[in-house]
């Protein structure tokens, strides 16, 4: 909601939790200055000096006061209101701001009202929105949901949407949070159905675990229940600890299998996948999209932009090789986008497929064009806020003794963990030049020596994998093509660390947009952005 501009001798800025302004778009703190603000709060000095701060821009002794309203400034040069900073939560590690969900509700042409709370639930905490609707006006919760998906990370998208007649308000007209009432059907809406045999069984009881249910049906959906990105790794860590077959689950299994049952049916087959492709949508009759994830990135980032496109074309994601079975080959460009590229001459039966390639992605959707020229028609590639590969250079030389010191770092970390081989076949692979900027990482003070091992989200393996790409992206060498390249770059990755890819060193750039208002982590997700897309798209169909 639009709540205009400070007035005059006002200052107002919009700012993140370390006192910094953030870009146009971004949600912040609104914090006010100027001749007009107050000294403090009468007769209570705790709450001033919590409210009143100092100005990190006057420069001269000035104080701003923090309002504890979450706003960010739009595209006009007003401010407007997305809710309270007091309104925040954390789900599972990650920092929830309600106020940007309810943002997006009302932004709903058949809302009127709607607020957004956490609910606790048994060993899990869940978002709940409730809405009250226009008059004459009436919209599906699964609906809201789906277009909510559009434009919000999945683990900021409600579980559950209740309708009311009206919010209950408290004795200032505020929303009384307290008194909305209790969901009902949290759990699946269908009908319950028992699982069926050992296997169903036992992973019917990791999903209990994993989502905090009271029950699990053979029927249900593991993303229907609460499931994000961050939970199907965890359930993915705890298959293959704990049931046979289940050292050969992968994130595309998880992605593909609709229910309890489907994904109990994977882990009998024991189906070794080479491609490890997830089919976002398979409507539509375009030419099929395949997009290129990122190194650390789940797949399901790419469905808001499959929904963009959706009854167009087949959209098909592939997961990043981080979460594969094969995943200690590393980031072997060539090798990985040959299968890449079998996979899509296979299914881009019509002879034609476009190509979006995101961060990293864009590396390894470049080699697939190259490997794919001659077997199949590429209408599209598009490079998605692609930066540079950063090599490791070493600051300096170390002196003997430093040399010494970090290799007796290295001995009692690698003594300690379970990851010890692949260490040391990584560490074998690099320069000289490499491994001193190793050493040098190693002798930082705040250098800790990560020992959670190789689950897909400890950091040890992250860490392995982030390395190992680095290693194997300085030993590609890719000669400069006349494949055409239609470039998408972040808003704020124009000012962010690191250098954006030169694709007219490599590619015939036939277009550059700088997407407004996105950093490199949601363009993906940015509606600007699907539209775009699905626009250039459709154009290419007929052609």
Same mark, same amino acid.
């Given at each position: ?95 929830? @701001?309600?106020?940007?969900?309810? %943002? ?5 042409? $058949? *809302?009127?009202? =709607?607020?957004? &709370?956490? /609910? ?75 699982? @069926?045999?050992?296997?169903?069984? %036992? ?5 209990? $675990? *994993?989502?905090? =249910?009271?029950? &699990?049906? /053979? ?89 963009? *496109?959706?009854?167009?074309?087949? &959209? ?228």
């Amino acid at each position: 909601m639009p709540i205009g501009q400070p007035i005059t001798d006002t200052q107002a800025y919009v700012l993140d939790t370390e006192l910094n302004l953030v870009p146009r778009g971004v949600a912040g703190e609104l914090y006010l200055g100027g001749v007009s603000l107050a000294r403090g709060y009468l007769n209570r000095p705790g709450l001033s000096a919590e409210r009143f701060v100092a100005d990190p821009f006057g420069g001269k002794g000035g104080r701003l006061y923090r309002t504890g309203d979450l706003v960010r400034w739009n595209t006009e040069g007003q401010i407007d209101y997305l809710g309270r900073i007091d309104h925040q939560v954390k789900i599972r590690g990650l920092r929830i @701001e309600l106020g940007e969900i309810e %943002a997006q509700l009302l932004a709903q042409p $058949e *809302v009127r009202e =709607a607020v957004v &709370v956490a /609910r606790e639930g048994p060993g899990s905490t869940s978002l709940i929105g409730y809405i009250a609707l226009h008059a004459d006006r009436a919209v599906d919760s699964a609906v809201l949901r789906e277009r909510l998906g559009r434009v919000l990370p999945d683990y900021m998208v409600p579980r559950l949407v209740v309708t009311l007649a009206a919010l209950p308000l408290n004795a200032n007209g505020k929303v009384d949070r307290k008194a909305l009432p209790e969901p009902e059907g949290l759990g699946s809406e269908r009908a319950y159905e028992a699982p @069926e045999g050992d296997v169903e069984g %036992a992973l019917a009881g990791i999903w209990r $675990e *994993v989502l905090g =249910a009271a029950r &699990v049906g /053979r029927k249900d959906n593991f993303f229907e229940l609460g499931g994000d990105s961050l939970l199907s790794l965890k359930l993915i860590a705890l298959v293959r600890k704990q049931l046979p077959g289940g050292s050969h689950l992968s994130l595309a299994d998880v992605m593909q299998a609709g229910t309890l049952h489907e994904l109990a049916a994977r882990l009998h087959q024991q189906a070794d996948s080479a491609n490890d492709a997830v089919c976002l949508h398979a409507g539509g009759r375009g030419v099929p999209l395949f997009c290129l994830p990122g190194l650390i990135v789940n797949s399901r980032e790419f469905q808001p932009l499959a929904r963009a *496109v959706q009854g167009d074309r087949p &959209v098909y994601a592939f997961v990043s090789h981080v979460y594969t079975r094969k995943r200690w080959r590393g980031f072997a460009i060539r090798e990985l986008a040959a299968e890449y590229a079998d996979f899509i001459v296979k299914t881009a039966t019509g002879g034609r497929c476009a190509l979006l390639g995101w961060s990293l992605g864009g590396d390894l959707a470049f080699e697939v064009a190259r490997q794919l020229r001659g077997r199949i028609e590429i209408v599209f590639f598009g490079a998605v806020d692609v930066f540079e590969s950063e090599p490791m250079v070493p600051q300096g030389r170390l002196t003997t003794p430093e040399r010494l010191q970090a290799d007796d770092v290295l001995a009692t970390w690698l003594a300690k963990s379970d990851m010890a081989m692949q260490w040391k076949e990584l560490f074998a692979r690099m320069t000289e030049a490499e491994r001193t900027w190793v050493a040098e990482q190693l002798l930082a003070p705040a250098w800790v020596s990560p020992l959670d091992g190789a689950g897909d989200e400890a950091y040890e393996y992250l860490l392995w994998a982030t390395l190992d790409s680095r290693v194997q992206s300085a030993r590609y060498e890719e000669a400069a093509t006349d494949l055409p390249v239609q470039v998408f770059h972040a808003e704020r990755s124009l000012q962010a660390p690191g250098a954006l890819r030169q694709w007219p060193e490599r590619a015939r750039v036939l277009s550059t947009e700088v997407v407004a208002g996105t950093g490199h982590l949601d363009i993906i997700r940015d509606a600007h952005f699907g539209a775009t897309v699905k626009d250039r798209l459709l154009a290419l169909d007929a052609a």
